[in-house]
């Protein structure tokens, strides 16, 4: 049996918190005051929006549930602004990002809102999933990167016609249970891996980033994990995996993969997902869209340091 633990944060299926809570309503007043600022803004481009003083305050009481649930909970909270007008959705979703944390770039172009949606090209040859309908498996975001990622923020604007589930699982209680199914494993994830840049490379860097799949960080766990970008950068550093280090991550992967320790569910348009990034491992399932354009899957992703 996995140890016992009182940490909040190290969840399973049937400990995690009822789903209800896993949803932080704005007020009348929250929703005033964006409303205001998004019209404040609309000669500005989205990412040039800033966050008054008077919207913090105003949006601090009811924001403060969703940085606790990241930072000493689930590791989640969904926030919705569906009773905006849908033209409104990201920039309330960028002025609430920045109540929460602080935006930075997805990729060497300098994306700060990234679009999630599926183009039609494939992992194979160089694309990240968020742009392809595939099952990602159980990840975290920007494990290449040299900056580690706090949050992970998602905006629904159009679900798909069926799948594309967000799924989540706490990396405490994936490291519980393999310290005690496979010590052996959980030893091989604590080195370094070469991992794909799949981000892009700025000049004078290596293709790959060299991280380890747990570590940590003042005392705390640190997750940087995406098997397929593992397996990409060893062979762009031309040093394959050793048996050793494919049984760990075979075992990570079945670990992290158990319904009895993950949840699951479906963001609604007008939804948004704020995440734990540095110890919540996540996964969006396959789907399959839509045929009209206008009503394909699309999400948008920011990605936030802590305050």
């Given at each position: 049996?996995?140890?016992?633990?009182?940490?909040?944060?190290?969840?399973?299926?049937?400990?995690?918190?009822?789903?209800?809570?896993?949803?932080?309503?704005?007020?009348?007043?929250?929703?005033?005051?964006?409303?205001?600022?998004?019209?404040?803004?609309?000669?500005?481009?989205?990412?040039?929006?800033?966050?008054?003083?008077?919207?913090?305050?105003?949006?601090?009481?009811?924001?403060?549930?969703?940085?606790?649930?990241?930072?000493?909970?689930?590791?989640?909270?969904?926030?919705?602004?569906?009773r905006l007008p849908?033209?409104?959705?990201?920039?309330?979703?960028?002025?609430?990002?920045?109540?929460?944390?602080?935006?930075?770039?997805?990729?060497?172009?300098?994306?700060?809102?990234?679009?999630?949606?599926?183009?039609?090209?494939?992992?194979?040859?160089?694309?990240?999933?968020?742009?392809?309908?595939?099952?990602?498996?159980?990840?975290?975001?920007?494990?290449?990167?040299?900056?580690?990622?706090?949050?992970?923020?998602?905006?629904?604007?159009?679900?798909?016609?069926?799948?594309?589930?967000?799924?989540?699982?706490?990396?405490?209680?994936?490291?519980?249970?393999?310290?005690?199914?496979d010590p052996r494993?959980?030893?091989?994830?604590?080195?370094?891996?070469?991992?794909d840049r799949r981000?892009?490379?700025?000049?004078?860097?290596?293709?790959?980033?060299?991280?380890?799949?747990?570590?940590?960080?003042?005392?705390?766990?640190?997750?940087?994990?995406?098997?397929?970008?593992?397996?990409?950068?060893?062979?762009?550093?031309?040093?394959?995996?050793?048996?050793?280090?494919?049984?760990?991550?075979?075992?990570?992967?079945?670990?992290?993969?158990?319904?009895?320790?993950?949840?699951?569910?479906?963001?609604?348009?007008?939804?948004?997902?704020?995440?734990?990034?540095?110890?919540?491992?996540?996964?969006?399932?396959?789907?399959?869209?839509?045929?009209?354009?206008?009503?394909?899957?699309?999400?948008?992703?920011?990605?936030?340091?802590?305050?």
């Open positions: 049996m996995p140890p016992t633990t009182s940490d909040a944060r190290a969840w399973r299926a049937d400990t995690v918190d009822p789903p209800a809570n896993w949803y932080c309503p704005l007020s009348e007043s929250a929703l005033s005051a964006l409303e205001q600022s998004v019209r404040e803004g609309r000669d500005k481009p989205v990412t040039e929006l800033p966050a008054s003083d008077r919207l913090r305050v105003t949006c601090a009481n009811d924001l403060r549930p969703v940085s606790e649930a990241m930072e000493t909970g689930r590791g989640f909270a969904v926030v919705s602004v569906g849908k033209a409104d959705w990201p920039a309330a979703y960028w002025l609430i990002g920045q109540l929460l944390g602080r935006p930075f770039e997805q990729n060497v172009q300098g994306t700060l809102l990234y679009d999630v949606k599926d183009t039609g090209q494939d992992v194979r040859y160089g694309a990240r999933f968020s742009v392809t309908n595939a099952d990602s498996t159980f990840h975290t975001d920007n494990s290449f990167g040299d900056t580690v990622l706090d949050y992970v923020g998602l905006l629904c604007q159009n679900s798909a016609k069926s799948g594309g589930l967000s799924q989540m699982v706490s990396g405490l209680a994936v490291r519980d249970e393999l310290m005690a199914r494993a959980w030893e091989v994830l604590n080195r370094p891996f070469h991992v981000g892009g490379v700025r000049p004078g860097e290596e293709p790959t980033a060299r991280v380890p799949v747990f570590t940590t960080r003042g005392g705390e766990l640190l997750v940087r994990y995406l098997r397929y970008w593992i397996e990409v950068g060893h062979e762009k550093a031309a040093t394959p995996l050793s048996p050793e280090q494919v049984a760990a991550l075979n075992t990570l992967d079945e670990v992290a993969a158990e319904p009895r320790l993950r949840v699951e569910f479906m963001l609604r348009p007008g939804e948004m997902l704020f995440a734990n990034n540095r110890w919540l491992l996540h996964n969006r399932t396959a789907f399959e869209d839509y045929p009209e354009p206008d009503r394909k899957r699309h999400y948008v992703r920011l990605w936030l340091s802590c305050p």
